[in-house]
């Protein structure tokens, strides 16, 4: 990968680095491009100042250059007008350099195996797909209405589109380059790869939901919220939190059983693959911490913010460590995840 596009990955992908950092060589710029292509369409998508219609364009555009179905470079042009300003946070800075390099990330794409270019287009392809159903479903300009999921099946699509297909991509990259035909059990990896991806979705949707409440939107299905006598613009109040509590830890429970099936994924993973284990384990340690964050206080209130300290993440890492070089058990390890 050409160092500026691995400035800029290190630049857009904060914590996610670390993970990207610990993955075996053969598979870190395969991934890396792919995390970087995905964050340009999630600029795109999220780029406020320009009509819905305008960025869904662009994305179909950004997802014909990366399906091979259109060669022309892009013009993204309108999405960088209002993101040069001083005031821009370093984050949003590298977002525009990530949108001006663009096209070197799709020659960078083409340097890869045919095999490696198809797994990528392939999860590229599902996430616009995600982001194109947020635009349409979504009001664009916050206020006092509040637009939803309706259903659970419908939440649980949207994390496959946004976090489980990269599971499953991830595991289709590990297969191909890093482990013999039987290393591993191929259709378990498969299922409980996507739903890897899913859990930590569905921490991000708890975690973020007076967030997205403010923004106009809400992941919570409706229908599991009417059925406690609440409509979702009622879930800007706070002081409905005791009537929505139910409803909140169901999808709690919900999301550590996606988060188990994680934690399955990274055990087989076999032993002497010590630094894939360790990219798995640190953030399910983090999910996990995060889920038990969630259970306390009150998830409506703006004003609390659910997000595990730096000191946490530090020693996540040091112990995720000592459990995958045989230092401490595993069990421990999960154990101490959970606390509250």
């Not at 609390?304 to 390890?333: D, H, N, P, Y």
Request: hydrophobic fraction near 45%.
């Amino acid at each position: 990968m050409p160092d500026s596009l691995a400035s800029l990955l290190r630049a857009t992908s904060r914590s996610f680095h670390i993970t990207l950092w610990l993955l075996p060589g053969r598979v870190r710029f395969q991934i890396g491009l792919a995390y970087l292509l995905a964050r340009a369409t999630d600029t795109v998508a999220d780029t406020e100042w320009l009509a819905s219609d305008v960025r869904l364009r662009a994305l179909q555009q950004i997802r014909d250059r990366v399906l091979g179905r259109a060669h022309e470079p892009l013009d993204l042009e309108p999405f960088l007008a209002h993101s040069g300003h001083a005031a821009a946070s370093p984050t949003e800075q590298a977002e525009r350099g990530l949108l001006l390099r663009f096209e070197e990330a799709m020659a960078a794409l083409r340097q890869f195996s045919v095999e490696d270019q198809q797994r990528i287009a392939s999860v590229v392809d599902i996430i616009v797909s995600g982001q194109e159903l947020d635009l349409r479903r979504f009001p664009p300009t916050p206020g006092r209405s509040v637009a939803a999921l309706e259903t659970f099946d419908e939440t649980e699509d949207y994390t496959y589109r946004v976090a489980g297909c990269v599971g499953t991509f991830w595991t289709k990259m590990c297969e191909a380059h890093l482990f013999s035909h039987g290393e591993w059990d191929h259709a378990a990896q498969t299922v409980d790869g996507e739903r890897f991806g899913k859990g930590l979705q569905w921490v991000n949707i708890l975690r973020d939901l007076p967030r997205d409440l403010a923004l106009g939107r809400c992941y919570l299905p409706a229908a599991e919220v009417r059925g406690v006598g609440l409509s979702q613009s009622d879930l800007l109040d706070p002081a409905n939190w005791e009537r929505l509590r139910p409803v909140y830890e169901r999808c709690v429970a919900h999301a550590a059983s996606h988060l188990d099936a994680g934690w399955r994924y990274m055990l087989r993973i076999p032993r002497g693959s010590i630094r894939l284990r360790l990219a798995c384990a640190i953030p399910l340690v983090l999910g996990f911490r995060t889920l038990e964050m969630c259970r306390s206080g009150n998830p409506l209130d703006p004003a609390l913010r659910i997000k595990v300290s730096r000191g946490f993440v530090r020693a996540a890492f040091v112990r995720s460590l000592m459990a995958s070089l045989g230092l401490q058990r595993w069990e421990t390890l999960r154990r101490w995840a959970n606390q509250g």
